[in-house]
Nanobody
Framework: QVQLVESGGGLVQAGGSLRLSCAAS????????MGWFRQAPGKEREFVAA????????YYADSVKGRFTISRDNAKNTVTLQMNSLKPEDTAVYYCAASAVVAYMTNQYAYWGQGTQVTVSS
């Protein structure tokens, strides 16, 4: 099974940047589509970004397009989310996840990390 551990969350001022990382176990990391999701208090978990197996294609929620960048390093079994121009509405727990196919819904991802808190102050 795949094990995922996120890191890099924290507190940042509006307009600032954070870089989240997700470390994955297993020799088959490159076989998985990787995604980032987020969940704010009282809200449903929502799709943020995804990247295909090779890293050649990326997908973003409309709310983060132009501000966030997802990338992966298959040699290091890591996926990252570079977040720029952060807004208070970006505040949430951010989760990385692994899927067999490109997907935008939480129930399409079989493996999840524990989450990392991102707080953006105004």
């Amino acid at each position: 099974q795949v094990q995922l551990v996120e890191s890099g969350g924290g507190l940042v001022q509006a307009g600032g940047s954070l870089r989240l990382s997700c470390a994955a176990s297993g020799r088959t990391f490159s076989s998985y589509v990787m995604g980032w999701f987020r969940q704010a208090p009282g809200k449903e978990r929502e799709f943020v970004a995804a990247i295909n197996r090779s890293g050649s294609s990326t997908y973003y929620a409309d709310s983060v397009k132009g501000r966030f960048t997802i990338s992966r390093d298959n040699a290091k079994n890591t996926v990252t989310l570079q977040m720029n121009s952060l807004k208070p509405e970006d505040t949430a727990v951010y989760y990385c996840a692994a899927s067999a196919v490109v997907a935008y819904m939480t129930n399409q991802y079989a493996y999840w990390g524990q989450g990392t808190q991102v707080t953006v102050s105004s």
